[in-house]
């Protein structure tokens, strides 16, 4: 009953707020209004939710932090990830600005340490002025990035 409370009174207060913030035009103002009686509105029914739900919260999207501790294999994906995307995006600006034909580029990361990832050196092949390529990716990365045609 607390959290209902609590969820009203921020609510409201934001919204009171709000109102005295805005313009003095007519339609504005209606339609401000309305957007912070539906954001009551949702406060109110959010043990109605509980209820047919019975979830804590019906719009919670988070993973629950023992799962993201205990499972080291999705942070193991997520920085093959984001390795992938950071090499795929760097092939392709080779490729557009540098004229490289067939770039690729392969990382060397550091994850001794879960919270701190850190790109060590690459590696860029393909065909072209590999060199001002590599020299450009090296400078964005913050690390040495060889070439090799």
Do not use: H, W
Request: negative net charge; aromatic residues 4%; glycine residues 6%.
């Amino acid at each position: 009953m607390k959290e209902l409370l609590f969820a009203v009174m921020s609510v409201s207060v934001c919204a009171a707020i709000i109102s005295m913030l805005s313009p003095e035009n007519e339609s504005i103002k209606k339609q401000i209004s309305f957007v912070c009686a539906i954001a009551i509105c949702a406060s109110l029914s959010l043990p109605i939710i509980r209820l047919i739900t019975g979830k804590n919260s019906a719009f919670d999207i988070s993973l629950p932090k023992e799962e993201v501790a205990d499972d080291p294999s999705g942070l193991d994906a997520i920085i093959s990830l984001a390795s992938e995307r950071i090499c795929s995006e760097m092939e392709s600006i080779a490729e557009r600005s540098y004229g490289v034909k067939n770039a690729s580029l392969t990382l060397t990361l550091d994850t001794s340490d879960r919270k701190s990832i850190k790109i060590l050196s690459g590696m860029l092949s393909g065909e072209g002025s590999l060199k001002e390529a590599a020299d450009y990716i090296g400078k964005e990365l913050g690390c040495e990035i060889g070439y090799e045609e």
